[in-house]
């Protein structure tokens, strides 16, 4: 990968009309998290639960452009590992782009954001009216790569494979990135546009190389039907299941799927604006019993059929008499479907949370965000014992 950036910024740099283009942000957070705090549940390590300040994400984004239709786009980030240290070094972004002269469409190769819904759009901090994320992109449920579908899995049941106690997996990947190729089309520009790609594996993948090769593809329609209106639909499905010590047992990992699809919208007008996303994941998922260390099931391994829906509702108001100021609220759900075979049991347990966050753009390179949220888990002994603070100071350049 360093050989290929350096033989296309090679390319770039000989070439007289070359334009880079760069900038930096820094986060740098204090924090708080309720006793019962969990980086899997609410991105607080549950090793730092009290008050914590220091420097949380730095990122370092860089676009070079020969000419008006290529592009090479990068992002550099070093973050906390799992809300701990700040040690995590990473390229979530690496991709060439070429647009028509008309702009209508665009083909982007490499690793890119994630087209579903409109959350993956906000990578930045000062994309993002909250601090936190919301539960679909950051709650872990109770399926793992590695070992499919386990009750309980992390809190209660504690299964280590390749030396890592297994947490699950989000809905979808919290990090908002995937690899492969995309087009995009301006089928009526500032009104309607399309986007289609093929990807390496479903949306909730965290890794994006793995064996064996999964393969997927996410489609994402986005219209405007009036200035203060925007409405999205989108699909995704990919294989997700990966190597394991356990996961050879199973005849066949790619058939083990995840499909999303979704709607997400945004009205806005005055100092009003209120969006939000509202999305079913459908899951076929080998089911692991933890006293054998094996599967359960025909010796096919059929998959497991289990089903989530999750929901929020962001309403935000800038405070016209402080310019750069805005308050928002944030109703954010995760429910879970029945196992099968079952019609009371949920196979992970309901989520529901409330933020409130205030922002304020100190000058125009620094943002000031203050968020605070409350988090209840059905039937869990830490229910009501999740709550955070977090304050944000954001220089970007």
Same mark, same amino acid.
């Given at each position: 990968?360093?050989?290929?950036?350096?033989?296309?910024?090679?390319?770039?740099?000989?070439?007289?009309?070359?334009?880079?283009? /760069?900038?930096?942000?820094?986060?740098?957070? =204090?924090?708080?998290?309720?006793? !019962?705090?969990?980086?899997?549940? #609410?991105?607080?390590?549950?090793?730092?639960?009290?008050?914590?300040?220091?420097?949380?994400?730095?990122?370092?984004?860089?676009?070079?452009?020969?000419?008006?239709?290529?592009?090479?786009?990068?992002?550099?980030?070093?973050?906390?590992?799992?809300?701990?240290?700040? !040690?995590?070094?990473?390229?979530?972004?690496?991709?060439?782009?070429?647009?028509?002269?008309?702009?209508?469409?665009?083909?982007?190769?490499?690793?890119?954001?994630?087209?579903?819904?409109?959350?993956?759009? !906000?990578?930045?901090?000062?994309?993002?009216?909250?601090?936190?994320?919301?539960?679909?992109?950051?709650? /872990?449920?109770?399926?793992?790569?590695?070992?499919?579908?386990?009750?309980? @899995?992390?809190?209660?049941?504690?299964?280590?494979?390749?030396?890592?106690?297994?947490?699950?997996?989000?809905?979808?990947?919290?990090?908002? $990135?995937?690899?492969?190729? @995309?087009? %995009?089309?301006?089928?009526?520009?500032?009104?309607?546009?399309?986007?289609?790609?093929?990807?390496?594996?479903?949306?909730?993948?965290?890794?994006?190389?793995?064996?064996?090769?999964?393969?997927?593809?996410?489609?994402?329609?986005?219209?405007?039907?009036? $200035? $203060?209106?925007?409405?999205?639909?989108?699909?995704?499905?990919?294989?997700? @299941?990966?190597?394991?010590?356990?996961?050879?047992?199973?005849? %066949?990992?790619?058939? $083990?799927?995840?499909?999303?699809?979704?709607?997400?919208?945004?009205?806005? &007008?005055?100092?009003?604006?209120?969006?939000?996303?509202?999305?079913?994941?459908?899951? &076929?998922?080998?089911?692991?019993?933890?006293?054998?260390?094996?599967?359960?099931?025909?010796? #096919?391994?059929?998959?497991?059929?289990?089903? %989530?829906?999750?929901?929020?509702?962001?309403?935000?108001?800038? +405070?016209? *008499? +402080?310019?750069?100021? /805005?308050?928002?609220?944030?109703?954010? /759900? =995760?429910?879970?479907?029945?196992?099968?075979?079952? #019609?009371?049991?949920?196979?992970?347990?309901?989520?529901?949370?409330?933020?409130?966050?205030?922002?304020?753009?100190?000058?125009?390179?620094?943002?000031?965000?203050?968020?605070?949220?409350?988090?209840?888990?059905?039937?869990?002994?830490?229910?009501? !014992?999740?709550?955070?603070?977090?304050?944000?100071? *954001?220089?970007?350049?």
């Amino acid at each position: 990968m360093i050989v290929a950036c350096a033989i296309l910024f090679s390319i770039f740099h000989i070439h007289a009309q070359t334009i880079f283009q /760069y900038n930096i942000l820094a986060d740098v957070e =204090l924090s708080k998290g309720g006793e !019962k705090s969990h980086f899997y549940y #609410n991105e607080i390590d549950q090793d730092n639960i009290d008050w914590r300040l220091g420097m949380s994400q730095l990122n370092v984004l860089g676009k070079l452009s020969p000419n008006n239709n290529l592009s090479f786009n990068f992002r550099l980030t070093l973050e906390r590992e799992n809300g701990q240290k700040l !040690k995590k070094l990473s390229t979530p972004q690496l991709n060439l782009q070429w647009l028509s002269n008309r702009r209508k469409v665009g083909i982007t190769v490499g690793q890119f954001v994630n087209p579903f819904g409109s959350f993956n759009e !906000k990578q930045l901090s000062t994309d993002r009216n909250f601090v936190g994320l919301p539960l679909m992109y950051s709650y /872990y449920v109770n399926i793992s790569p590695n070992i499919g579908f386990l009750p309980a @899995m992390g809190d209660v049941t504690k299964v280590p494979v390749d030396e890592m106690v297994q947490w699950g997996s989000s809905g979808l990947y919290y990090g908002g $990135y995937t690899a492969g190729a @995309m087009l %995009s089309w301006n089928v009526k520009p500032g009104k309607v546009n399309w986007k289609l790609a093929l990807v390496n594996g479903a949306s909730n993948k965290i890794k994006r190389f793995t064996e064996p090769l999964n393969l997927g593809f996410i489609s994402k329609l986005k219209l405007r039907p009036t $200035y $203060y209106w925007e409405q999205g639909l989108s699909i995704s499905h990919g294989s997700f @299941m990966q190597e394991s010590e356990v996961s050879d047992q199973l005849e %066949s990992l790619g058939k $083990y799927t995840q499909t999303i699809i979704g709607t997400d919208f945004k009205l806005g &007008k005055g100092f009003f604006e209120v969006s939000g996303e509202l999305i079913g994941a459908f899951y &076929k998922v080998p089911q692991f019993n933890d006293e054998v260390n094996s599967f359960e099931g025909d010796p #096919n391994n059929e998959p497991l059929n289990v089903s %989530s829906y999750s929901a929020y509702l962001d309403v935000k108001y800038e +405070i016209p *008499t +402080i310019q750069g100021s /805005y308050v928002a609220v944030r109703f954010d /759900y =995760l429910g879970f479907g029945n196992l099968e075979g079952s #019609n009371s049991q949920n196979w992970d347990n309901n989520v529901t949370r409330q933020s409130l966050a205030i922002g304020y753009h100190i000058t125009r390179n620094i943002l000031a965000r203050i968020a605070v949220s409350t988090q209840q888990v059905d039937d869990k002994p830490w229910n009501k !014992k999740q709550g955070t603070f977090r304050f944000v100071l *954001t220089a970007h350049y």
